[in-house]
């Protein structure tokens, strides 16, 4: 049996005796993110959390490791765990593994039986909210470390840190990130392995090459200084709903969904060649997972290679809340006095963040017409990563054992979300692999 081999069944092994039973501790938790628990940072249900995974970690006894949870003021913690370098190692860098262990808030449509708190194991796999983002992140750094321990495989420092924010767009993480750096707990990183993207299909390893920014803003619309009678107002006073429509028109296009050029950016032809090779290997899976009503995606002349551009490469625009709108069943015939949306900008991973905010206001106070009034309430940016090129050491790192596991080469492809601080440590440890 061969390392690679030997080190699969290792991990496979506690994976199924030591992983699952916790994780499924862990889905049974609702530790929502704080931005969605009223800005809770302390939050019962984290502690929880965290104390669980803290007691996992030590029950491995991991060779030499220290574990930490670190605290700083009105932050979320992290948990830290310093596994220390082999000593027949050679060199003093460091390898940073990231996960998190915060949840976003469940969606709907369970099926019977099932929940988001609810863990239940189908045809081998787990089902649970956080399982798979992120809750894994953690155990899977461990196990593979300690597979290395179990062959007397050397390796460099390790540091796993696992937050507690990052569906909140990671506001406490630079915070923690400038405390290790400061103190010399986190220094000489060369590689980066940040667990919580996606995987196109089962069949072989993906690696994520690129992650796109967003833009999030709250908007009120506002045309009346209190509701009237529609029958009375209506073709007088703007109906708020109408309003942003109009908004919404002077930056996308409805038939399309195309988000005007302001907020796109040129594709990077080597991204546009991994691509081709990327839409060749999955076919239709790109879009066909997805849980179309009619089982097929929006534009229908268009390609794969295309599709998984607009996903991956080009700015999408989502309206993901709305105040104001009263309940159909209790909705009167009532022109209403404002009305507030919250979008969501998914922009290139390589666009300037910070300019599309003034971009946005910009655009919508052109066409907000003159008898309503548009406020910017809450708004927060964030950047997106575009991944270096591998060195060979990397590429062939990743390469050797997907083919003793897949039998085909690993496979690149790019997310359509955001990870934030990904571009923050690029900029941060400017020559380490990510």
């Known amino acids: 049996m061969n390392s690679i081999t030997a080190a699969f069944e290792y991990i496979s092994k506690c994976f199924d005796e030591s992983v699952i039973p916790t994780l499924i501790e862990y889905i049974r938790i609702p530790n929502l993110s704080p931005a969605f628990n009223g800005g809770l940072v302390n939050e019962p249900e984290t502690e929880q959390v965290v104390e669980l995974f ?25 948990i830290m765990v310093d596994i220390p370098a082999s000593p027949c190692y050679e060199g003093d860098d460091c390898i940073l593994l990231y996960g998190h262990l915060d949840k976003q808030p469940p969606f709907e449509g369970w099926s019977e039986g099932t929940g988001p708190y609810t863990p239940v194991i ?12 992120d809750g894994y992140a953690l155990f899977g750094s461990v196990l593979a470390l300690q597979a290395l321990h179990e062959q007397g495989a050397p390796h460099a420092r390790a540091v796993i840190l696992i937050e507690a924010c990052e569906e909140s767009g990671s506001p406490d993480l630079p915070a923690h990130l400038e405390s290790l750096t400061t103190s010399g707990l986190l220094r000489n990183v060369s590689l980066v392995v940040c667990l919580d993207s996606g995987a196109g299909s089962y069949e072989t390893f993906w690696m994520t090459t690129s992650l796109r920014g967003v833009l999030m803003t709250k908007l009120k619309v506002t045309s009346l200084t ?7 107002g209506g073709g007088i006073c703007s ?12 930056i996308e296009d409805e038939v399309t969904g195309r988000v005007i050029e302001d907020f796109q950016v040129t594709i990077p032809q080597n991204r546009i060649d991994q691509n081709v090779r990327t839409c060749a290997v999955l076919g239709d899976q790109s879009w066909s997972g997805f849980p179309l009503v009619q089982n097929r995606p929006m534009n229908q002349n268009m390609s794969n290679e295309e599709r998984a551009l607009d996903r991956g490469w080009r ?12 309940p159909t069943a ?22 300037d963040h910070t300019q599309a ?18 406020e910017f309430l809450d708004s927060v940016t964030a950047k997106g990563w575009n991944a270096p090129d591998l060195d060979s050491w990397l590429e062939l790192g990743c390469r050797e054992p997907c083919m003793t596991l897949f039998g085909q080469e690993p496979c690149c492809a790019f997310e359509g979300g955001s990870i934030p ?14």
Request: charged share 20%; proline share 7%; aromatic share 8%.
């Open 54 to 78: 803290v007691n996992w970690v030590i029950s491995r006894s991991i060779r030499g490791a220290t574990v930490e949870v670190r605290r700083l003021p009105n932050r979320t913690p992290v």
């Open 315 to 326: 700015a999408s625009l989502t309206i993901t809340g709305i105040d104001g709108l009263p």
């Open 357 to 374: 905010l003034n971009r946005l206001k910009s655009r919508f106070n052109h066409a907000c017409p003159p008898d309503c009034r548009i």
């Open 239 to 250: 109906d708020t709903f109408r309003v942003f429509r109009q908004l919404l028109s002077s």
């Open 122 to 133: 189908k045809d081998g796999r787990l089902y649970g909210r956080g399982g798979a983002d």
């Open 421 to 434: 601080f990904l571009g923050m440590l690029q900029d941060m440890f400017p020559l380490a692999q990510l």
């Open 330 to 351: 209790t909705g009167g015939n009532v022109i209403r006095p404002s009305t507030t949306f919250k979008l969501s900008i998914r922009l290139p991973p390589t666009y």
């Open 226 to 232: 209190e509701g009237v009678h529609s029958g009375n």
